[in-house]
């Protein structure tokens, strides 16, 4: 990165993203969205990481024209006909993957924006022309090493790099309950997690096992909680936290989401 001049310090974001649909329909999260981009500095590029995309050993797309994916069933028409065709940002992604010794994250064309990425920067930069690119979920690695890997990403910011990672503290697709209110165990874990970054409490955000049984309903699976640990891994000691929305859809989906920034 030394060929970049340096810039004013881009803010870290994690995304709940929800439900795809909350991409198209008038909902309180899409209103959050659509307002903090008002707000938000112009970023040279941005580095999201997806719920998405998992691979085996960490990856970053350096495609051009990255395609928008539509990974998902069931939805109507009018969510698979969204584009989001922002250009790709290769020569950042290549010099990701310089950052860390050889071999550490590789690049490749083979992926484009996930919606966990473009349901949401559709909102956040709804013109499309600033330059995207993703970076994968290793599921070889633990949370520990995520958080390691997010810390060492964290000059990108200096950069003129904004970070979004996009995902959901609370995930449990197969409890989820459309016409009631928050599972009690799904706000515990929220709540713990909540003061952990409050606190800075790393390790309380790396070993989710001390919130108890929740934990293990809150994040039945890791891909939606790991983007969280990226984005609490680059906060500078000087950085300001905030929440921009705190709430829960359908009941067993957190959506809050943390923006760090000077």
């Not at 998992?54 to 970053?60: E, F, S, W």
């Not at 330059?131 to 633990?142: A, E, I, K, W």
């Not at 905030?242 to 989906?253: A, V």
Request: one cysteine or more.
């Amino acid at each position: 990165m030394n060929n970049l001049e340096k810039s004013e310090r881009m803010p870290a974001l994690f995304i709940g993203h929800g439900n795809p649909m909350n991409a198209i329909t008038d909902n309180p999260y899409r209103d959050a969205w659509l307002a903090l981009g008002k707000i938000l500095p112009r970023p040279r590029a941005i580095l999201c990481i997806s719920a998405h995309w998992q691979t085996r050993n960490t990856q970053v797309c350096v495609a051009e024209k990255p395609e928008t994916i539509h990974d998902f069933g069931g939805f109507p028409a009018a969510l698979f006909a969204q584009q989001y065709p922002a250009p790709g940002a290769p020569e950042y992604a290549k010099m990701v993957c310089d950052l860390l010794p050889a071999g550490t994250i590789t690049s490749t064309q083979n992926w484009g924006l996930d919606h966990g990425a473009w349901s949401i920067l559709q909102s956040l930069f709804p013109t499309a022309d600033v330059p995207v690119f993703q970076l994968s979920l290793d599921v070889n690695l633990d949370f520990a090493a995520h958080f390691a890997l997010g810390k060492q990403l964290t000059n990108l910011r200096e950069q003129g790099i904004m970070i979004i990672g996009s995902g959901n503290i609370v995930h449990n697709l197969g409890r989820l309950n459309p016409n009631g209110s928050a599972a009690d165990w799904a706000e515990k874990f929220d709540f713990y997690i909540k003061q952990a970054l409050e606190t800075g409490d790393d390790a309380a955000l790396i070993d989710i096992a001390r919130a108890g049984d929740c934990a293990k309903l809150a994040v039945p699976t890791d891909e939606h909680y790991l983007p969280l640990l990226y984005i609490a891994a680059m906060r500078h000691t000087d950085d300001k936290m905030q929440f921009l929305t705190e709430s829960f859809d359908l009941g067993t989906l957190s959506m809050r989401s943390v923006i760090y920034q000077t």
